[in-house]
């Protein structure tokens, strides 16, 4: 059984996620609106129900959520925004190689030459395959667009 | 009709033009297996590839790529948890679980010939029955539509066990995710916030990606962080081929899927997850003693002949009405147009030759797709096994991406496929199933338009659903469907009750 803890919580972020789609949908046409105005108070009650089972299984443990026990997910994460953002300014080579290197050294891979030569190699076959073979327009560097 | 069989066969085993076929089976394995590659956007670059190959040529590509794609999927499934195409979604429920416990070789083996027995079994429907079974997919009308998406959803009631609310939580949200875009009957767009990338609602390639992909890599990178790394886990290949008393056992839910398949694989629009999540279904209530989700071969048997049976499947309306079946039979009718073929009730009259080239094409890429399969499957695995867990999850990331962006050229496709990775990793976090999400998003569109345009055409009227016999049926199975986990909770509360006593 899950924790109730985390029970709890999605059942407020479910909550809301709900009332903001009916909040948003109130603006759009009768037609435009009817399936979502539906299904929002749909999984506001699903949620209700959800967090109900949780507070009634309070007090039976649960740890607390630590962030801290996320950190290298959260560095992927931050990762990939900022792949995606200087994606077609640096150009998809140097911006996957400095992905794949980042990725195995901020999580904690020790071995540096390989984690070097894994991100060179990893982006140049990856190349190969999206940008050569199967002919995906893959962004240039900004200098020779 | 059947005087073209022959000539067909014999065109596709002439040396060179089956040379291609078995070049396409190659390449399909190898796209299908690498996660962020699929079938859809291999065959939307080898679409225009064949504008200058002889149609033989293009067509045995295309038919190689499209059938064993399908079918590579299932070997990152099975190994990595990671389902390399969509259809391979339901199939590491038990394949993951099954390699887990040292038997990755026979799932691999049983996917193999589940997939080859679905396939062919699709391929000889293509061939035999198409025109008759198209007739009746087109009889389906708005009801019809609506009722099917309701008995879709309600497979995902039948298969939820004892997470029923959370199951119902993911298929509403699921719901609710698709209203994003623009809408199917007003063209109003809805929650788009003014960004393009939405207006055709989340892009579902860069979705996938992230909700199976980059979600598993989070875990992968979790997992190292925590120094505890699954390297050790790793299982042994082992054995691929089943003995033959587990064969005889799966023969009957292979049949049943692959019959499964390729009814939905004619249905346009019902697409390849509804399929394997029915005959996943089935083989739960066939089998309810079977623990499910542990690691059971009819787990892998039931949804791999499914979505191989659909492949074929899906080209039935698009061969004998014009009308594609999915996305990817949807690229196989511009590889037609581009040769100068219009598909329809002609096609089989005005060019035989091609038609049942195409058909014929299919049956026998599954033939061949089975000893490519057990041996590259097993040599992929081999591969993929000396990876450092840790690599292979950064170069995962970079195929993810790569694959993400790809679909629409933009960096944007990146960062949908992010999200939904994080709302992969936190869904698993949660207990949430991703699956039905998928399938609530992908019905959504189909049960909105369906509802509405029955209500417009009965005005008003909810009787039209229950007016209708096929809408009838579906929806009689489909309340049989949800009624299967209450029934399952009162056969338990009785039993403990009875013991208790």
């Known amino acids: 059984m899950a924790n109730w803890k985390q029970d709890f919580v999605l059942s407020l972020v479910l909550g809301l996620i709900a009332i903001a789609f009916y909040a948003v949908a109130q603006n759009y046409p009768h037609d435009a609106a009817l399936f979502p105005t539906h299904l929002a108070p749909l999984l506001l009650a699903l949620a209700v129900w959800l967090g109900i089972g949780a507070l009634q299984r309070r007090g039976t443990g649960g740890e607390n959520i630590r962030l801290a026990h996320y950190k290298p997910v959260i560095f992927v994460v931050v990762l990939l925004v900022g792949y995606a953002a200087v994606l077609n300014y640096v150009g998809y080579i140097a911006a996957s190689i400095a992905l794949v290197a980042a990725s195995l050294l901020g999580i904690g891979y020790t071995r540096r030459k390989t984690a070097l030569s894994v991100a060179v190699g990893s982006a140049l076959v990856v190349y190969g395959l999206f940008g050569v073979l199967l002919e995906v327009p893959l962004p240039l560097p900004y200098f020779m667009q | 009709m059947d005087a073209h069989i022959l000539p067909s066969l014999l065109a596709v085993l002439t040396p060179d033009v089956f040379l291609v076929l078995v070049l396409g089976v190659l390449l399909g394995l190898v796209v299908g297996a690498i996660p962020g590659l699929n079938d859809t956007i291999t065959l939307a670059v080898l679409v225009p590839v064949t504008f200058s190959m002889p149609p033989n040529y293009a067509f045995a590509l295309l038919v190689g790529v499209y059938c064993a794609a399908c079918y590579g999927g299932s070997i990152p499934a099975i190994l990595l948890k990671i389902p390399g195409t969509a259809s391979s979604v339901v199939t590491l429920n038990d394949g993951y679980p099954m390699a887990m416990s040292g038997r990755a070789g026979l799932a691999l083996g049983i996917s193999t010939i589940s997939s080859v027995i679905g396939g062919i079994i699709s391929a000889l429907v293509l061939i035999f029955f198409a025109p008759k079974l198209a007739v009746y997919a087109l009889s ?48 109003f767009a809805r929650f788009t916030f003014d960004m393009p990338l939405f207006y055709e609602g989340i892009p579902l390639v860069p979705m996938l990606i992230g909700l199976f992909g980059l979600s598993s890599v989070f875990h992968m990178i979790e997992q190292f962080a925590q120094k505890n790394s699954q390297e050790h886990q790793i299982p042994t290949i082992g054995r691929t081929m089943p003995g033959m008393k587990l064969f005889f056992e799966l023969m009957p839910i292979i049949l049943v899927g692959s019959i499964i398949g390729t009814i939905i694989g004619i249905i346009p629009g019902a697409g390849m997850l509804m399929a394997i999540y029915m005959a996943y279904d089935f083989a739960r209530m066939r089998y309810p003693h079977l623990p499910f989700g542990t690691g059971v071969p009819q787990g892998v048997a039931a949804p791999e002949s499914a979505n191989n049976a659909v492949v074929a499947g899906s080209m039935v309306p698009l061969l004998a009405l014009g009308v594609p079946g999915n996305s990817t039979s949807a690229l196989f009718l511009g590889a037609l147009m581009i040769q100068g073929l219009r598909p329809g009730p002609a096609l089989f009259r005005e060019h035989p030759d091609t038609a049942f080239f195409i058909v014929v094409a299919f049956l026998v890429a599954n033939i061949v797709m089975g000893p490519l399969g057990l041996m590259l499957g097993r040599g992929i695995a081999k591969v993929i096994f000396k990876l450092s867990q840790i690599i292979m999850a950064a170069v995962i990331i970079l195929l993810c991406a790569t694959g993400a962006y790809s679909v629409g050229n933009d960096p944007s496709y990146v960062l949908v496929a992010l999200l939904f990775g994080v709302i992969g990793y936190l869904m698993n976090k949660n207990d949430l199933p991703q699956a039905p999400l998928v399938l609530a998003m992908i019905l959504g569109p189909m049960m909105e338009t369906g509802f509405e345009q029955s209500l417009v055409l009965s005005r008003g009227s909810y009787a039209i659903f229950f007016t209708s016999p096929i809408s009838l049926v579906m929806l009689i199975v489909a309340t049989i469907f949800s009624l299967v986990p209450l029934y399952s909770r009162l056969k338990e509360k009785l039993a403990a009750r009875k013991a208790a006593i």
């Open chain 2, 140 to 187: 389906f009308g708005p009801p019809e539509y609506f009722s099917l998406a309701i008995l879709g959803l309600s497979t995902v009631a039948g298969m939820s066990g004892k997470k029923v609310l959370k199951n119902l939580i993911v298929c509403v949200l699921g719901l609710l995710i698709s209203t994003i875009g623009v809408s199917p009957q007003t063209g």
